[in-house]
């Protein structure tokens, strides 16, 4: 777990996170945390898309690169344009491997009482202010239009025929298109979670804010929220499962 000391009206962070292989041969997923003085964290989630070859190449390439660029401060137009960089590393990782390698992205900086984020793909943030949840990230994906379409249902998104049809991605032909949000943290506990879909698949919102209420820090909200994960996707085929928790007290 990753700790960041209070400096006067700064914020306090504390972080954790993990990823699970699932049931799968390889991870696909990539996630990483970095935290420089004065209270400011960068974190990223990304996985690499199944089915195009070298997607824990892209994934990693992406993750890397936008931590090693990342600097205390940046808001959503300077991470919009490390995703942007991240997916011309990937584009030349194509070259590189002769593989149509793709990866989605999500990624979080806070810095003092200011949090902004930007995503490309199906991989999710949460925010949850005093426990309850203020936002999530909408997936740019074939079943999220369906859901704005008022086709289907926000849950229906999970398991849906067409979930893994994602819409934009690192590596994908063309501009990639990324959508981005800021926040000012007022005082209270900010908590922010981060993942693939291998995670939130099988961790409905309502069971996040539950297990936020229970938890003693991060490893612990992460820890709760996988039980469900282990009681629902077991099999052989389950898939890689990440995420990456952020709590900001100010």
Known sequence: ???IGRKRDTAAILSA???DIGGREDN???VQIVTADGGSLCCVVADGLGGHGGGQVASQTAVRLICANWRPGDGAEKLSALLQEAHE????RQAQFRSSMKTTAVVLSVCARRAAWAHAGDSRLYRFDGGRLAFQTR??????IAVQLGEITGDQIRFHPDRNR???ALGQNGELNVTTGEAELERGRHAFLLCSDGFWEYVYEDEMAGELRDASDPGDWLRRMRRHIAERAGGADS???TAAAVWVDI
């Open 239 to 241: 898939d890689n499962n």
């Open 139 to 144: 997936d740019h994906s074939l079943p999220q």
């Open 89 to 92: 590393a990937v584009l030349e």
């Open 166 to 168: 994602v819409l934009r």
């Open 1 to 3: 777990m990753l700790r």
């Open 28 to 30: 696909e997923d990539c």
């Open 17 to 19: 996170s993990y990823t």
